[in-house]
Structure formats: C-alpha cells, structure tokens
T-cell receptor
Framework: AQSVTQPDIHITVSEGASLELRCNYSYGATPYLFWYVQSPGQGLQLLLKYFSGDTLVQGIKGFEAEFKRSQSSFNLRKPSVHWSDAAEYFCAVAPYSSASKIIFGSGTRLSIRP | DTGVSQDPRHKITKRGQNVTFRCDPISEHNRLYWYRQTLGQGPEFLTY????????KSRLLSDRFSAERPKGSFSTLEIQRTEQGDSAMYLC???????????????FGEGSRLTVL
C-alpha cells in the first residue's frame, strides 16, 4: 500500500535561513508526488508537483523539491524563509496511472524565528 | 470566487444527530474528493467521485457515512448518528481528470469543521 512519511513533526528556523522538509514515500512504481501548504484558516494549496522528467521541480513562493528514486524521497527546500512561510506542510503521493487517490503524510509544522 | 466552496464552515451538534455537508467544486472539474482531517494529522481520504459515479470509498468510512453527487456537480456528505470521534475538519477537493493529460492536482475548499458534543 502507498504511504508517505514526514519524519519531522515540527521545525523552527530563523527568518532568512534555509529550509529542508523531509518526505519519504512507499510505492512500487514512480508515483505522482506533491507538496501542499496549509496556512491557518485557509485551504490546502499546491506548492509543487512531480510526475516525470527533471527530478528538481520548482514551485510557487520560491520552493523547490528534489525527487530521489534511490532514496524514495521528495524533500522540499527553500533557500531563505520568510515569516509568512509559517504553516503546515504536507507531502502527498498518488498512483502514477490515474492519480485517483492522493495519500497525504501527517505534515510538518514550520515555525519561523524572528 | 470560482474556487471550491463548502457549507457550513462550522457545525456543532449533539451526539446522535445527523449532519450534512455540501461541497461545490470548481465548475469544470469532473472529480470530487472528500477528506477528513483531525488535529495534527494530514488529510485522510474518504471517497471520490468522477462525475456522478462514486469510484472509491475508504474502508474507514463506516455505514453511517454517505456521500452523493447526484448530477455530477455539487456533492453532499451525510453523517448519521454522529459520535464524538467524528469531530474533525471535513475537506472537499476537486480536480480535472482527462485521462492522458491528467495532472492529479487537487484544489481544496476551506473545509467544514464538525464538533460533536
């Protein structure tokens, strides 16, 4: 069965510092991979997605993620965080063929230190 | 606003009562999903529709839960005989599925929060 693991429940970084949020997935083939962000009182918003091709994908708000097949990972990065990046971040996976059911990880809460 | 809308945004009910949530997807989207999210957890898949057909239903969805999408547009999620464990945020999302060019991206509403006393 598909699963997504986000090992970090809560991360705090200083404003301006770099960020990496970890995500590991379990799936037999290369799935669709996503990162979503959820700010307080707002719906989930797609940051970026990977289907195939270049393993480094760029997203909105200056985020990027790298797909590493050998490590079954899809880590999210940002070179310099802003206070407005404080939110909950979810990694998600869906079957390649149909993307019918997207499975989410348990999330990583990001806090920004002034 | 042409995004996914959900109603009501917050529902407080007593244990044993029935509740119904409504979701209006983005108009051109043919797939509609329901997820449940509890505090500190990621969204948990409940069910999804393609047009009016319910294609998959989670084993987590007990027989007290029923979802419909009668005309392939809006959807309702009904919970009968609510229990305190049903307290959660119920999220609706929609997507455009077109076979070969499917992107899989979900567009979420802001959710309907259920509190069962």
């Amino acid at each position: 069965a598909q699963s997504v693991t986000q090992p970090d429940i809560h991360i705090t970084v200083s404003e301006g510092a770099s960020l990496e949020l970890r995500c590991n997935y379990s799936y037999g083939a290369t799935p669709y991979l996503f990162w979503y962000v959820q700010s307080p009182g707002q719906g989930l918003q797609l940051l970026l997605k990977y289907f195939s091709g270049d393993t480094l994908v760029q997203g909105i708000k200056g985020f990027e993620a790298e797909f590493k097949r050998s490590q079954s990972s899809f880590n999210l990065r940002k070179p310099s965080v802003h206070w407005s990046d404080a939110a909950e971040y979810f990694c998600a996976v869906a079957p390649y063929s149909s993307a019918s059911k997207i499975i989410f990880g348990s999330g990583t809460r990001l806090s920004i230190r002034p | 606003d042409t995004g996914v809308s959900q109603d009501p945004r917050h529902k407080i009910t007593k244990r044993g009562q029935n509740v119904t949530f409504r979701c209006d997807p983005i108009s051109e989207h043919n797939r509609l999903y329901w997820y449940r999210q509890t505090l500190g957890q990621g969204p948990e898949f409940l069910t999804y529709f393609q047009n009016e057909a319910q294609l998959e239903k989670s084993r987590l969805l007990s027989d007290r839960f029923s979802a419909e999408r009668p005309k392939g547009s809006f959807s309702t999620l009904e919970i009968q005989r609510t229990e305190q464990g049903d307290s959660a945020m119920y999220l609706c999302a929609s997507s455009l599925y077109s076979g070969s060019s499917n992107t899989g991206e979900l567009f979420f509403g802001e959710g309907s929060r259920l509190t069962v006393l």
